[in-house]
């Protein structure tokens, strides 16, 4: 490739080109939704994991095995061409169901396959911060007149949220780098427009140098982010200088 189809092809990277949105603009899209997403829908099954009662740590428990021990590849493959093999599923797009229709988009499906990958190895990190939860901090609570509730609603859930963010920056970088693989799904996220500019040049190594470099930046100030939020946050566990 020359040095004019890189720079041609540089806002396919970033944010699009001829109107539609491509490359990192779908990427951060992905990322935040399911992130956040994720996040949200982890921190509900961690608490049903460590305070809930047994049939429904056991459902948890199930939920977790199955999207940690399956390969993120296939649970998208399942979500969006899977899930057309059933009747029920074709007769809802037949039907114009707003709901079977969803799973005709495929931001809709990679988003959720994300999701609930994430929040399964997020509510892990997080129902073990939460048991591990220093016990003198809750007697202290519990002294101060504090309800079982409020207790883990003020004091644990944000203790352990805290806690937990060293090990959450790992998941999120895993996160950003999963979203490449919304490119099998006809999504033109930065490997997408990667593996375009490939089948259009016959060239892999700068488009997909390219891909890499946006990934390894992305990667950087991801983690820059969570170091800054490890020294604010957890600026109490630090040990005081003399």
Aim: with cysteine.
């Amino acid at each position: 490739m020359t040095l004019d189809e890189i720079l041609r092809a540089l806002p396919g990277y970033l944010w699009g080109d001829g109107g539609q949105w491509s490359g990192l603009a779908v990427t951060a899209k992905l990322f935040l939704i399911s992130g956040g997403l994720g996040m949200l829908l982890a921190v509900l099954l961690a608490l049903l994991r460590v305070y809930g009662p047994a049939p429904l740590r056991w459902a948890v428990a199930a939920f977790s095995y199955f999207f940690r021990g399956t390969p993120l590849f296939m649970q998208l493959m399942l979500i969006y061409y899977g899930v057309s093999q059933f009747s029920w599923v074709i007769d809802g797009w037949q039907a114009e169901d707003p709901f079977w229709l969803l799973f005709r988009d495929a931001t809709f499906c990679a988003v959720l396959a994300y999701v609930l990958n994430t929040a399964a190895y997020a509510q892990e990190i997080l129902a073990g911060a939460l048991a591990a939860y220093p016990r003198e901090e809750i007697m202290a609570a519990e002294a101060f007149g504090m309800s079982r509730a409020r207790t883990i609603r003020r004091i644990v859930l944000p203790g352990a949220l805290r806690r937990a963010i060293p090990v959450l920056s790992n998941e999120m970088v895993f996160l950003l780098h999963a979203t490449a693989l919304s490119s099998t799904v006809t999504l033109l996220d930065v490997t997408g427009v990667a593996r375009a500019l490939y089948a259009a040049t016959y060239a892999p190594f700068f488009p997909f140098l390219m891909a890499a470099a946006i990934y390894l930046g992305c990667t950087f100030a991801l983690l820059a982010s969570f170091r800054q939020a490890e020294r604010r946050w957890l600026k109490f566990l630090q040990p005081r200088s003399a």
